[in-house]
């Protein structure tokens, strides 16, 4: 019958946050009081997703090393194909085939700052 009479100021509410996948101790011991393996099973599951989780990182980290591995791969054989291509043009003017070994020159001028306004453009 009190129960009826009691007004809504009678009421506390709380609320009670906490980070990370393990509850505080005294959740636990809530969770204890229920079922005696559940914090060990919980324990178990945050071993778990820890882990999991410097698993997933330790593969980020390695497909970005091989990403900077590819990436100057790549510059390497462009500086390679780049030499190539200005000795030829040179090779061209110096047998006195000057119109080829210039458009040839030019062509790869244009091909580098094409390359390099449109890297700078992805960057932006």
Known sequence: MEEKNKS???YAVSKNLYLGPIPPANELDYYRQIDASLPKKIMRMSERQSDHR????????????????????????????LNFALIAAFFMIYKVQYTGGVFSIFGVLCAVVTTWFTMARKKN
């Open 54 to 81: 410097m698993e997933q990182s330790s593969r980020a980290l390695d497909i970005r090393e091989q990403e900077l591995a590819l990436a100057k791969l790549g510059i390497v054989c462009g500086c390679l194909l």
């Open 8 to 10: 809504f100021s009678d």
